[in-house]
């Protein structure tokens, strides 16, 4: 990898910095029945009624579901990964008719409300608890028993962690805009990993990949600090990418941009240097603590570690070429046809520190570094 300049996507105009990503290889693989299941992700899609047009297919496509799930999921069991594929249309379906989270209309109590109904439909077969005549509802009964059928009790309980950690996340972000007040930094650096449902992410690629992590290992305070610091990274990048997206809404994305733009008095683009740095400042971290734990660690212990590199990696790919950020929908009627960001890359954090950053809810990743 070399050093770039920032880069502008031609559709947006908002400018990316460069990409400290020192996790080999720099191009992630990508499963090898991608097309296969992209095929059969879209037939669902169109079949499952969660859009209402060829304009709506065209944007559920824009996603690039199928390129996200088979990057984290590069050489696992192709009936899953398809079922991951499906939760994510679902949930990219559910984040832009349900959840809504740019308008000012937007209400707490029926955010929490609606994701209590969505997690115990999960967790309880035939509950009714939403409204069978609406399409995403259809769709997400039919997910969930497809998930039950597919997973063991115990890989179902990871998943409905997951997914319930992911709407408590949602919930709470909500909870922030209604108030009309961006969190501060800490508080969004503590809950951003769940908003962006990381650990529904991570227990599909472990589950699709035959990994078995025992809890002892899992939940050990080192993996947790690595599983966090590889949400946080991720979630900034998702951040970076999809600014465009959310900048015309009604009320002002929580994002961590926005908030440092309003803790240092700057502009949007000045606060992204500042966000890439903690960011890399993070990637760093998860470098060093990555390899301290890989010294000791051992089959699944090891095999998940590249769960966790594939995650970070493959998001970056994966955002680079979606439509859904390149050429997103505030500003285009369907999306552009090979849309891309072009990212840059560099070789070295744009922060060299290796200390922990003043920001307590992050800080404690640190702590588990061998002196």
């Known amino acids: 990898m070399t050093s770039a300049p920032m880069t502008a996507s031609a559709t947006t105009g908002w400018t990316l910095p460069s990409f400290y990503c020192p996790i080999p290889p720099a191009d992630p693989p990508v499963h090898p029945l991608a097309a296969d299941l992209q095929r059969r992700a879209l037939d669902w899609v169109a079949a499952s009624g969660i859009v209402r047009d060829q304009r709506e297919l065209a944007w559920s496509a824009a996603t690039h579901s199928t390129d996200f799930s088979c990057r984290l999921i590069p050489d ?28 000012a209309a937007i209400r707490t109590r029926e955010i929490v409300d609606i994701n209590t109904r969505i997690l115990r439909t999960l967790e309880i077969p035939g509950a009714a608890l939403l409204d069978s005549r609406e399409p995403l509802t259809r769709a997400l009964e039919d997910l969930a028993a497809r998930t039950r059928e597919a997973l063991t009790p115990v890989q179902l309980h990871r998943v409905t962690h997951g997914l319930r950690d992911w709407l408590w996340g949602a ?10 007040e961006l969190p501060a930094l800490s508080d969004y650096v503590a809950m951003r990993p769940s908003v962006n449902g990381t650990r529904f992410s991570l227990a599909w690629s472990e589950l699709a990949a035959g990994v078995a992590l025992p809890g002892e290992l899992l939940y050990d305070p080192r993996v947790q600090a690595l599983t966090e610091a590889a949400g946080f990274i991720v979630s900034c990048d998702n951040d970076f990418f999809s600014y465009p997206k959310e900048d015309s809404a009604e009320l002002l994305d929580p994002n961590i941009v926005n908030i440092l733009a309003r803790d ?15 960011r890399d400042r993070t990637m760093s971290l998860y470098v060093r603590l990555r390899e301290q734990v890989a010294r000791t660690a051992a089959g699944e212990l090891a095999r998940y570690l590249r769960v966790l590199d594939h ?15 390149a050429s997103p929908r505030n500003r285009h009627p369907l999306p552009v046809p090979g849309a891309s960001w072009h990212i840059s890359w560099r070789d070295t954090p744009s922060d060299p520190d290796p200390g922990p950053p003043p920001v307590p809810a992050a800080a404690w990743w640190w702590r588990h570094l061998d002196t």
């Open 76 to 103: 696992g069991d192709p009936e899953l990964i398809l079922l991951f594929i499906l939760w994510n249309h679902w949930a990219f379906a559910l984040d832009d008719n349900w959840h809504d989270t740019g308008s």
């Open 264 to 278: 240092r008095g700057c502009s949007p683009q000045e606060a992204l240097q500042e966000a890439a740095a903690l």
């Open 171 to 180: 919930s709470w972000l909500v909870g922030t805009q209604e108030r009309r």
């Open 311 to 325: 995650y970070i990696a493959g998001c970056i790919h994966w955002m680079n070429n979606a439509p859904r950020y």
